[in-house]
């Protein structure tokens, strides 16, 4: 995901939640919150997507202590 894309859609999330705050108004609030968490979890996933090769690489340089070594 581009800096840019990425960028604007945590300010989209901000702005959802800056929204619901101005909007004295409970459902906008509450639906807006919701709706931004969810993106926010979208987001973040799609984000993270690019990583998922070289997750092997952090137990084989010891970043990260693989399942074996921390349930015997």
């Not at 970043?63 to 074996?68: Q, T």
């Amino acid at each position: 995901m581009e800096k840019p894309l990425r960028y604007g859609l945590y300010s989209f999330i901000f702005l959802l939640c800056l929204v619901g705050l101005l909007s004295h108004t409970d459902t906008l609030l509450v639906t807006s919150l919701v709706v931004a968490i969810l993106l926010g979890l979208v987001v973040d996933r799609w984000d993270n997507l690019r990583d998922e090769p070289f997750k092997m690489y952090n137990v084989k340089h010891g970043h990260i202590k693989s399942k074996e070594e921390t349930h015997p």
